[in-house]
């Protein structure tokens, strides 16, 4: 399956959810934010959350900094 992430194509596999995205971009563990075609989407939803083909995801590492 192919989605939009960060603006380009990203292929998946079919009945990914946002979990297993963030898994294998090594994100799992690391503190971000995601949205999901637009809307914000809470960090409790992520295995939940099926993508489909063509979602647009967007994912924002947080870092600390001074």
Same mark, same amino acid.
């Given at each position: ?5 960060? #603006?380009?194509? !990203?292929?998946? @596999? ?8 963030? @898994?294998?971009?090594?994100?799992? !563990? ?7 075609? *637009?809307?914000?989407?809470?960090? #409790?939803? !992520? ?5 489909? @083909? *063509? ?9 600390? *900094? #001074?």
């Amino acid at each position: 399956m192919q989605i939009i992430l960060n #603006g380009r194509a !990203h292929t998946l @596999e079919c009945q990914a959810t946002v979990a297993d995205l963030l @898994e294998s971009l090594d994100l799992a !563990h690391k503190p971000v934010v995601t949205e999901l075609d *637009g809307q914000a989407l809470p960090r #409790g939803d !992520h295995n939940s959350t099926a993508l489909s @083909e *063509g979602a647009r995801v967007e994912i924002i590492v947080l870092a600390a *900094g #001074g």
